[in-house]
């Protein structure tokens, strides 16, 4: 389907010569005149060939210009049909012009033909045209969908492989466009042997190796159109069908170009399905346009479950990928040389030390380094008067947390939910630097918080590197930890609790207070005790909220009924962060990672035989998760030492100090099941 915008000049041979405007005024209803009477008479005429398109009368911005629209749903000689009407009704024109167009304009002369009353029903030409879902002129433009359109330019062949060139795909883009060439004289056929999928991080490289692609193929004639659509695609859009059935079908003979956005890939099924809802009706629409309509996926790179998705649906489809490479040594100088070259300004030596030899870069972090560099080549150079100005505000964003705590929680397995609010954490105290100037209030960063999980899912340790971060990046003032449980805040006496209580948080000022079995203090007892030291906590972390951050832990269902024993006490809490138990890969993660911090390894044996050792422990309740673990290794070791210690000297290797093997890892008899310990293998 085309679009196409005709405009022309009315050669008037009887109009008078004085062309003052009181002449022109006096013409203009003649004018007027003349376009209505060739609206019906386009009409009659566009009856003839109203199954492969529809022409119509549109208006004139001055006395003698002529607007006309025109639709197409198959080959037409369009210029033989504009020709032949004005010599049919006898109009001589000047300055014709034809040019195809898109939807959004063409939909702006079916409004002004129905303002003028040129045609009868613009709703009954949408519809007959199926592009009432996404367009109706009377009501105004109706747009279900945020989309753009653009036309193919015409660039010559040899453009087209210079300019590839310029980009980090040439080793999938390149070997595409000789496919594309490969037939110099090709004729239009219907249908496409391949859609396509662009991979890239940088909307540039993605914007850029899709114009030439469409380019490419409208040269080869692969496609008829040069107007094609473009519509982003994420798990925030209100999908409707109707309206991709509508847009495709109004680019058939082009090509439809969706931009779908990363959903932050990850293994969970249920959340796949969840930001990827739309996929299989979309792909519906993608396989019943599939012969008339070219699709061009954009995608950022590694979005491996979105990839599988769209497989799975497009069913017998095909797709050329086309991926962004990592630029290296001198392509990516290169490229940067290109980038300062644009903006006419000359590289220098800083810029191209940036790159470090052998070492990758994306486009998206060459342009990050070329605009750092620019920036500060624009205010220590070109204006050098502003050499002196620092940008404080743009440091502390691109900070780097900072800390060897920091490295080692996400050098951690697992543990999503606690290292996503400490993250926030940091960024919080970010934002109120940086945007305080935009109206963003200054508040110190003191939310309580609850840890619950099971023994050895890192709870305390956790609480531990937490406050050695928040320390490291000036978030808190000291970083200490005081760990307490219930003998530390109870007094011996009545009365004493309370001076306990004040003096432990005077010590965990500037730091974190972490209480362990928090509910331990109620824990079948409703003395008062326990309810002056709860009510004293309660005090304290209203008195210290700017200075203290209280942190309780336990068991998930013990804690929630510590916390309605006061309700000022929930109230107080800001986050709550459960640590799950470990799964069987988390914990053979684990044991690896705590093995290889002793200069150890498994062989593959040892490793099968610690899966089906974690396998087990999984069943088992209160089983000490990383704990576990961490315990398993160390008899291991033990076992391993001994086994060597007993071996000819000579004949062992370095390797095998370093390797434990399924004879060194005892597999557990029974499981003692208790409510406290932590899971040691019995006999």
Partial sequence: MQFYKISAIIIDNEKDEDTNKESRRRRQPAENRLRSNLARRCESYTADFIDKGYLFVSGGQYDDDFYMGMITREDIDIEFIVSNFFRKNKVEVSSLDIKETTLKEFNQLLIDADRYDFIDSDEDILREFKLDAIASPRRGPRYGHDFDEDIIRDIKNETIYKLASTYFTRETFIPELNRIFVNKENKYILGHPV?????????????????????????????????????VVDANTDFKKAWFES?????????????MGDSDDNDDDDEISADYYYI???????????????????????????????FEYTGAMSFVEIKEELAFDEDAITYLKKRAKEYKIRFDKKLLSSIETEHGY?????????DEWYNQKLKNTVFSQYKDICCAKNEIKEAKVKGDAYNELNSMIGLKSAKKVITQALDCYKAQIIFKDKGLKEDSFCNHMIFTGNPGTAKTTVARLFARILKDNKVISKGQIIEVGRSDL?????GWTAPTIKKIFKEASGGILFIDEAYSLVDDRDGSYGDEAINTIVQEMENHRDDVIVIFAGYPDKMEGFLDKNPGLRSRIAHYVHFEDYDTDELCQIAEFVAAKKGLCFDDKAKNKIRTIMEKACTQEDFGNGRYARNLVEKAKMAQNSR???MDYEAVTNDDVKRICEEDIELPVAFKKTSRQIGFITA
Avoid: W
Wanted: proline fraction near 1%; glycine fraction near 6%; include cysteine.
């Fill in 195 to 231: 859609d396509y999928i662009i991979e890239s991080d940088d909307e540039r490289t993605q914007i850029g190796m899709m114009k030439l692609l469409l380019q490419a193929l409208y040269n080869a004639k692969r496609i008829k159109n040069r107007r094609y659509a473009e519509v």
């Fill in 247 to 259: 847009l495709y079908n109004s680019c058939a003979g082009g090509a439809v170009v969706l931009t």
């Fill in 280 to 310: 299989e009706d979309l792909c519906k629409v993608i396989r019943r346009h599939s012969s008339d309509v070219l699709t061009i996926i954009s995608m950022p790179r590694e979005s491996t479950n979105l990839r599988l998705k769209l």
């Fill in 362 to 370: 994306l486009v998206t972090e060459l342009n990050g380094i070329f």
């Fill in 490 to 494: 109870v007094g011996k006496y009545v």
């Fill in 644 to 646: 060597l210690v007993h």
